[in-house]
């Protein structure tokens, strides 16, 4: 209650009843003949008066003062009310704790967070109720709150209900300072955000779920274009042997086309598979570039001559230039760089009837001194392509017209295959076409220009070891780890022919028992063998025999990774089935140390 207006009254009461006392000594001094008592009568009458106004001016004072206290007191309250009712239908709670984590007080809607009484819980830690993982996040809160005026970040943390359930709440600390400036207690506003939290851990868990089938698909791919590869590349791999054995023999020109024709179309059968296999490989990130020194030039010669004897046959003409500013060595991947003009030229051959192909490789742009962009132009006179599809011809498993496939034949990949090598190579390859006069298809890669002479690679053709070569395996004793009959065949065929000496073992087991009782000077080891394959029979030779053998791999499975685990495994090198009798033989003489 507020006195002073009270207070107010009464000293003006006194000041006026002691002014008329005093005016009535001063009256009775000055006047004497004035009646005393009529004196008296009138100064208290006035005196009487000045008191009740002062007495009347005070209640007044005050009943204003006393409704204007009420009413700011009512909007106090209401305020607060309002103010309590928000942040229960908010479902914030609030909580005030002390800088020892004591809580001193919590909001009345903290049992619909934890199930607990607010009136129980003042008193307690509050850190008996955080889970223990994040306790010392709560502390560290604590403790920086003297750094920073407000706590920058919202803490998200587990607190336990009264059944000890977890739940994730959020939480946000300001800091309460006293008349000294003094921070002694600090309030948490928190929140539930328990269902988000399990909504996050929900989708995550869908994600890994999802990743896990998304490689479970891909290894099962993997494997099946592996079982797909061997059981393709073993019997193709006797048609191509057989083929080449019997090429070698006295044959009439009669005999010799059919062979051709037989080889020639194992080799388009190859070229299918690989292209499925590339494409597998580029669409599951697992196709790497190479980098290493080569001759353009030099690629393209050998690229052009086995399609040119396709075109020969086809009756059209293959013409190549390169210009003379093409630089003599370059740093990249000579494979790919291959790879995407074989199936440039190839996919014109297979579209043009009459006329010619024209292969033009130039340098579009140097970009600065030691970088250029070889750009390689292919020109036929086919069918072209009409120009509403030729954005499409670069799309996989799609050909401009649904006959295509039935007339011409092929999986629709080629094309797709090219783009993608060249965007792996920072590349670009467009089409330009009419409709019956032909097309061209551009391919533009950057290559790093270098001077040096080392590290080409191309092949030391004095080095290069040809078929029709006789004797140059003459003393050397090849031990073949082959479980089926033809290729057994055909390996031992091809190996005697260079007068090799060779033995044969069906399968890992009968191989590393061979190779205890006699001495062989290169191992050619199959890898899918019943017993024991050709990994167990590798491992054994290297960690058992301690021997340091040459093995090489010969296997259908044509995979990356099926090649860089035959090295992880400890074999010396790799050749794929079908193969050329060549590259077999020079295998062979550069582990036995013979070239």
């Given at each position: 209650m507020n006195t002073r207006p009270y207070v107010v009254g009464i000293l003006i009461s006194i000041c006026v009843f002691s002014g008329a006392i005093l005016a009535h000594r001063l009256i009775a001094f000055y006047y004497p003949p004035l009646n005393t008592n009529t004196i008296d009568l009138v100064i208290y009458m006035i005196a009487t008066i000045i008191i009740c106004i002062g007495i009347y001016t005070a209640v007044t004072y005050t009943s204003k003062v006393s409704i204007r206290q009420i009413k700011h007191g009512y909007r106090l309250r209401l305020a607060d009310a309002q103010y309590k009712?928000?942040?229960?239908?908010?479902?914030?709670?609030?909580?005030?704790?002390?800088r020892?984590?004591?809580?001193?007080?919590?909001?009345e809607n903290i049992g619909r967070l934890t199930n607990y009484h607010a009136q129980y819980a003042v008193g307690t830690d509050l850190m008996k109720g955080i889970d223990t993982n994040f306790r010392q996040l709560m502390q560290d809160a604590i403790d920086n709150i003297d750094i920073v005026k407000e706590y920058e970040e919202?803490?998200?943390?587990q607190v336990y209900t009264k059944q000890r359930i977890k739940k994730w709440v959020s939480m946000r600390i300001y800091p309460l300072r006293d008349s000294k400036n003094d921070i002694n207690e600090l309030l948490l506003m928190v929140w539930d955000i328990d269902k988000e939290k399990k909504m996050e851990e929900e989708l995550r868990n869908l994600e890994e779920m999802q990743k896990k089938q998304e490689e479970q698909s891909r290894l099962a791919q993997e494997v099946f274009l592996a079982n797909v590869s061997h059981e393709i590349r073993t019997p193709l791999n006797g048609i191509v042997g057989m083929g080449n054995l019997l090429l070698g023999t006295k044959i009439n020109e009669e005999q010799k086309e059919y062979l051709e024709s037989i080889e020639e179309s194992a080799k388009n059968l190859l070229a299918i598979i690989n292209d499925l296999l590339d494409f597998s490989k580029i669409k599951s990130g697992k196709f790497h570039l190479e980098d290493g020194e080569f001759k353009p030039r030099e690629v393209i010669k050998k690229?052009?001559?086995p399609l040119l004897l396709r075109a020969n046959e086809k009756g059209i003409a293959l013409k190549c230039f390169i210009d003379t500013d093409v630089p003599e060595l370059l740093v990249g991947d000579s494979l790919r760089f291959q790879q995407v003009i074989i199936n440039?030229?190839?996919?014109?051959?297979?579209?043009?009837?009459?006329g010619f192909v024209e292969v033009k490789v130039y340098p579009y742009a140097f970009e600065n001194n030691n970088m250029v962009r070889l750009c390689v132009d292919v020109t036929d006179?086919?069918?072209?392509i009409p120009e509403e599809k030729i954005a499409n011809v670069f799309e996989s498993y799609v050909q401009s017209d649904t006959n295509i496939s039935r007339i011409y034949g092929g999986t629709g990949l080629g094309l797709a295959i090219v783009k993608q090598l060249a965007?792996?190579?920072?590349?670009?390859v467009f089409a330009k076409s009419v409709v019956g006069s032909g097309s061209t298809f551009t391919i533009q890669i950057p290559y790093k220009i270098t001077n040096s002479t080392t590290g080409s690679t191309t092949n030391n053709e004095e080095n290069e070891i040809k078929q029709n070569h006789l004797e140059v395996l003459k003393d050397i004793k090849i031990l073949v780890v082959e479980d089926n009959?033809?290729?057994?065949?055909?390996?031992?065929?091809?190996?005697?022919r260079q007068k090799a000496e060779v033995e044969i073992a069906d399968n890992g087991k009968i191989a590393i028992k061979m190779m205890g009782d006699s001495l062989f000077d290169i191992v050619l080891m199959d890898i899918q063998m019943p017993e024991m394959d050709g990994y167990e029979a590798t491992k054994h030779i290297r960690t058992v025999m301690k021997s340091k053998i040459p093995i090489v791999a010969m296997t259908a499975d044509a995979l990356q990774g099926e090649s860089d685990k035959c090295f992880e495994i400890g074999m010396n090198d790799y050749i794929s089935k079908p193969f050329e009798p060549g590259d077999l033989y020079n295998k062979i003489l550069h582990l036995t140390q013979k070239v």
């Open positions: 009712k928000l942040m229960e239908d908010s479902g914030i709670s609030t909580i005030t704790i002390d020892k984590g004591t809580i001193r007080f919590l909001s919202t803490i998200q943390l690229t052009m001559y440039l030229i190839a996919n014109a051959i297979k579209f043009t009837e009459i006179t086919g069918i072209g965007e792996m190579q920072n590349g670009t009959l033809i290729n057994q065949k055909v390996v031992k065929q091809t190996l005697i």
